[in-house]
């Protein structure tokens, strides 16, 4: 399960690793802009960076790596970037299934992936069902993915379970809700990272994130690799997570 809920109280982490890290990749477009490059030519930067960032998840004994590559409001670019954008996603399943296979990498998507377009939901599908016996990491990938929408979809399905299955409403429970999340077969993200120096969350994991720390790094999202990974789990390291104690 998820497990938004507060976990027992945990002083200083003593330099452990989080299990769940989740990142918002951003900065591609102000990459390429700052080298008179196409938008596109920031997002393939991001991608070599997703790459070097599952690998070195493994290496670091990170076991879950969530990563936010497109959001329900990213809809509202230009149709020619989402055209790329979906072209590249393609592009790093079928380049790439491989590696992630041979690697131990089980691949999860969350979102409504499923709304997109017939052959890239067979691919999706088709990637998720090679990796499904994989353990050494879980690489969770945001795709056409709302925090919002997530728990409004929880919430109607308990909704249906009310109306139809005969449950209670006292047993709508914050463990009944984060049982219906996209993310209830993964532990909460303990570190949530956002390149790129802006500080919000942009509808990410807003339910999952309850109680994880934040870090918000000026690096943008192409330039960022094992080096700044490592470097954020040192700073998880340092902190004292009380969770609501002393």
């Given at each position: 399960m998820s497990g938004a809920s507060a976990p027992a109280a945990a002083a200083g982490q003593g330099g452990s690793v989080p299990r769940h890290v989740a990142i918002i990749m951003d900065g591609n477009g102000r990459w390429a802009k700052r080298r008179l490059l196409p938008r596109i030519a920031g997002h393939r930067k991001g991608i070599e960076a997703a790459k070097a960032v599952v690998r070195a998840a493994g290496d670091l004994g990170i076991e879950v790596l969530t990563l936010y590559a497109f959001s329900t409001e990213n809809w509202r670019r230009p149709a020619d970037e989402v055209s790329d954008l979906m072209g590249l996603l393609r592009k790093f399943i079928v380049d790439d299934i491989d590696e992630l296979a041979a690697n131990g990498v089980r691949l999860r998507i969350i979102g409504d992936y499923q709304a997109l377009k017939p052959d890239l939901v067979k691919l999706i599908d088709d990637?998720?069902?090679?990796?499904?016996?994989?353990?050494?990491?879980?690489?969770?990938?945001?795709?056409?993915?709302?925090?919002?929408?997530?728990?409004?979809?929880?919430?109607?399905?308990?909704?249906?379970?009310?109306?139809?299955?005969?449950?209670?409403?006292?047993?709508?429970?914050?463990?009944?809700?984060?049982?219906?999340?996209?993310?209830?077969?993964?532990?909460?993200?303990?570190?949530?990272?956002?390149?790129?120096?802006?500080?919000?969350?942009?509808?990410?994991?807003?339910?999952?994130?309850?109680?994880?720390?934040?870090?918000?790094?000026?690096?943008?999202?192409?330039?960022?690799?094992?080096?700044?990974?490592?470097?954020?789990?040192?700073?998880?390291?340092?902190?004292?997570?009380?969770?609501?104690?002393?």
């Open positions: 990637a998720m069902a090679r990796t499904a016996s994989n353990s050494r990491t879980t690489l969770v990938i945001a795709l056409n993915y709302g925090s919002q929408a997530e728990i409004a979809r929880a919430a109607r399905q308990l909704a249906a379970k009310v109306a139809g299955a005969g449950m209670s409403l006292d047993a709508i429970t914050p463990e009944a809700l984060e049982a219906e999340l996209y993310t209830a077969d993964v532990p909460a993200p303990e570190l949530v990272i956002r390149t790129s120096g802006e500080q919000r969350l942009s509808n990410f994991l807003l339910w999952q994130a309850a109680y994880a720390e934040l870090m918000f790094v000026d690096t943008l999202w192409p330039d960022f690799g094992k080096a700044e990974l490592a470097a954020a789990i040192a700073g998880f390291g340092e902190r004292e997570r009380r969770f609501g104690g002393l």
